[in-house]
Nanobody
């Protein structure tokens, strides 16, 4: 079992930056791929970015590519999402998720992820 706890959300003006953190506990986090998703009011939860267990394979959605950076520090059991040049359309609850099997490069579909955090709210004002 693994527990994921997100932090770092908040209110920011358009063009600003935030860094989200996802702290993991409960197993050898360094073996598991991790992703970030987000859900805006009235919309489906959508993929944002994902990173492999080693950090060498990274993928972003087109909507955040060039603005967001996903990274991980396995020594701290933490995954980060650095968000720059934020736009009002980035407003959503952001969720961290991890796959259930080790050494698997995660995909883009939320069904591939077995563990989820409680989410952290990001609000970007215009």
């Amino acid at each position: 079992q693994v527990q994921l706890v997100e932090s770092g959300g908040g209110l920011v003006q358009a063009g600003g930056s935030l860094r989200l953190s996802c702290a993991a506990s409960g197993r050898s986090f360094s073996r598991y791929g991790t992703g970030w998703f987000r859900q805006a009011p009235g919309k489906e939860r959508e993929f944002v970015a994902r990173i492999s267990w080693s950090g060498t394979s990274i993928y972003y959605s087109d909507s955040v590519k060039g603005r967001f950076t996903i990274s991980r520090d396995n020594a701290k059991n933490t995954v980060y999402l650095q968000m720059n040049s934020l736009k009002p359309e980035d407003t959503a609850v952001y969720y961290c998720a991890a796959v259930g099997s080790p050494w698997v490069v995660p995909g883009l579909d939320r069904s591939e992820y077995d563990y989820w955090g409680q989410g952290t709210q990001v609000t970007v004002s215009s």
